[in-house]
């Protein structure tokens, strides 16, 4: 009987602790509504980053990279392909710049379309307390894991939250900073605009975007893909099959307009290449942040 009663002291020692793990004080929809606000509060006022982005879309993959500034991202094209620009693409690029750089009313659409999508993004995560219910489901590799389904006393009125009503999947949140590190979904039902005359977006579709730590504050997106059967306005349905996936993160000098992007997008040719296929050698980052501090005081 001791025995019995040891043991059964230590399972519900061990079941105390796993409920700690599993199930925090607070409850699943209340931690997401902060991680919703810790989320949408960096959107405010996060760093500047360089960084490469690889696309891959039927079939065709390409590699930019990108250097966020005060008056929006710019990037250049590194490989197309598969293999790095000719001479003559390499013209082309940066003949494309140029005429950015030189063209106020080009940088004005490529500000606002920047500006329109980092709305849509705040848009769509204030959606997420409310669209969905959510239930812990353990932990992993350090990460909270949540169960989420649609929530039936939402009512969708927008289009976003029309699709949301018709998915369900998983999130992952870092519950130290109370930050979205994963998210994955899939779409339960067809959802039709217009009675399904406008469009319709098919079952079966599904989702997935990673998002890293890259400072103490900074959260950037890793990896996002996209698998969706699409049918709009009565044409043929069609499939949107995207992948991205991002790295090398280095900062930047806050305050870099178009121009000083450019020119160090300009002085880091060839690293692109060397960082994607894993030859960037140690350090590299520091010399970006030098050569963006360089690039902002001319």
């Known amino acids: 009987m001791r025995v019995l ?34 989320e949408l509060n960096d959107h405010a006022r996060h760093g500047y980053w360089r960084y490469w982005v690889e696309r891959t879309a039927k079939n065709e993959t390409s ?15 590194a490989i197309q392909h598969g293999r790095a620009l000719s001479s003559e693409e390499e013209r082309v690029e940066q ?37 969905f219910v959510y239930q812990y ?32 999947g998983t999130l992952w949140v870092d519950a130290r900073a109370k930050r979205l590190a994963r998210l994955e979904g899939h779409v339960d039902e ?5 009675f ?16 890293v730590q890259v400072s103490a504050t900074d959260w950037k997106t890793e990896a996002l893909e996209v698998h ?14 995207t992948s991205e996936v991002r790295g090398g993160f280095a900062p930047v000098p806050a305050g870099l307009n178009l121009e000083q992007g450019l020119e160090l997008l300009n002085r ?5 290449e060397a960082e994607t296929r894993g030859q960037m050698p140690s350090g590299a980052g520091g010399g970006l942040m030098a050569e963006a501090a360089f690039a902002q005081r001319r």
Not at 190 to 194: P, Q
Not at 196 to 210: M, P, T
């Open 137 to 168: 489901d353990g932990e992993e590799n350090g990460r909270l894991r949540m169960r989420f389904r649609p929530n039936p006393s939402d009512a969708p009125g927008t289009i976003e939250s029309r699709i949301f009503h018709a998915m369900s």
């Open 5 to 38: 009663r040891t043991a059964l002291g230590v399972l519900a020692i061990a079941h105390g602790a796993m409920q700690g793990i599993c199930q925090p004080a607070e409850s699943a929809g209340q931690l997401v509504r902060e991680v919703v606000y810790n």
């Open 268 to 272: 880091s040719r060839g690293r692109v």
């Open 95 to 131: 003949e494309r710049l140029e005429k950015l750089l030189s063209s106020p009313a080009q940088q004005a659409r490529q500000q606002k379309q920047h500006d329109e999508d980092e709305e849509r993004i705040g848009r769509i995560l204030s959606l997420l307390p409310t669209a």
């Open 196 to 211: 399904g005359v406008l469009g319709r977006l098919y079952k079966g579709g599904w989702f997935r975007l990673v998002r």
């Open 190 to 194: 067809n959802v039709d605009f217009g």
């Open 63 to 77: 590699v930019e990279e990108q250097v966020e500034t005060a008056d929006g991202p710019i990037a250049r094209l």
């Open 228 to 241: 969706m059967n699409i049918r709009a306005l009565l044409v043929k349905t069609f499939a949107r099959d």
